[in-house]
């Protein structure tokens, strides 16, 4: 391996963490998220807030319940209020599905 290489991978490492470390992490904080927001995780320790999906949108339909983190989900947030995440087909639709409105029969 040579150097540049050693020290761009070295470089990104020390970003990343100060990258981490400077914005709201909410894996660790069930509170970090605003109102409308859920705690998506993004690296093995790092969660960021994103915005609760709207109609016919992917969400998640549970959290990863992962080391007792109910509040972070694994790839994209639950639905807004007044919504459901109705599940797809198959084996995906155990954690992903769409959001409809609640009484919406399509």
Do not use: R, W
């Not at 894996?27 to 790092?46: D, F, L, R």
């Not at 639950?78 to 198959?90: M, N, S, T, Y």
């Amino acid at each position: 391996m040579n150097l540049s290489y050693v020290c761009f991978l070295l470089m990104y490492f020390v970003f990343f963490i100060i990258g981490s470390a400077s914005s709201q992490n909410c894996y660790s904080n069930p509170e970090a998220c605003q109102k409308g927001e859920c705690c998506v995780k993004v690296q093995t320790i790092v969660g960021k807030c994103k915005k609760l999906k709207e109609v016919n949108n992917y969400c998640n339909i549970k959290s990863i319940g992962e080391m007792g983190k109910k509040h972070v989900y694994q790839g994209a947030c639950p639905c807004q209020e007044g919504l459901e995440c109705v599940a797809k087909d198959g084996i995906v639709g155990e954690v992903m599905g769409t959001c409809k409105k609640i009484n919406d029969t399509d």
